[in-house]
């Protein structure tokens, strides 16, 4: 049985431990996305801002973890279904690196849309890398559907991410 819950200050060793063992995983699966500062620098914000979510199992240990955010500064590069419709922005979200193939990613994706549902959203929406493969099948495989366009995120002048945004209607 799982259960979703805020996070608080002190889950910040667990959730930062966790958030390290699945870094290791995507460099060894040839996926260099997250790194030591991201996400595990923007979690304490997160915390503080009663926006970080986790998924947690009957011994309150955490299998996974997403922050809900009310914007997101891609939202204006791509074409949404609905521009104006409120929506929730997905982002941070980690599945333990203990649990793979267990649903937790789709266990995590209904309990998003769920509260996004309860803060009266019409849309859940998220930016992911156009690498990241793997997260990408899950979020067509929960029902989300790719928006036009692209977000190109500068993050020094070495480094471009191309991001796609996807979303559900709630």
């Known amino acids: 049985m799982m259960n979703l819950r805020l996070a608080t200050p002190d889950d910040l060793p667990k959730l930062k431990t966790m958030y390290r063992q699945i870094i290791a995983s995507m460099h ?22 009663h926006r970080l979510h ?19 500064s891609g939202e204006p590069y791509v074409t949404w279904e609905n521009r104006h419709g409120k929506a929730f922005y997905l982002e941070r979200l980690g599945v333990s690196a203990v649990y793979p193939r267990h649903g937790l990613g789709s266990k995590a994706l209904q309990a998003a849309m769920a509260l996004a549902k309860q803060n009266n959203a019409d849309y859940l929406r998220l930016f992911v890398l156009d690498i990241n493969t793997p997260a990408i099948n899950l979020y067509c495989k929960n029902g989300f559907r790719q928006a036009g366009g692209v977000y190109e995120e500068r993050i020094d002048e070495d480094l471009t991410l191309r991001e796609y945004g996807f979303e559900i209607a709630l």
């Open 28 to 49: 060894q699966k040839g996926l260099p996305i997250w790194d030591e500062f991201y996400p595990c620098e923007f979690f304490a914000c997160d915390i503080e801002k």
């Open 54 to 72: 986790l998924l947690v199992d009957c011994t309150d240990t955490i299998v996974a973890a997403f922050a809900l955010c009310e914007s997101n």
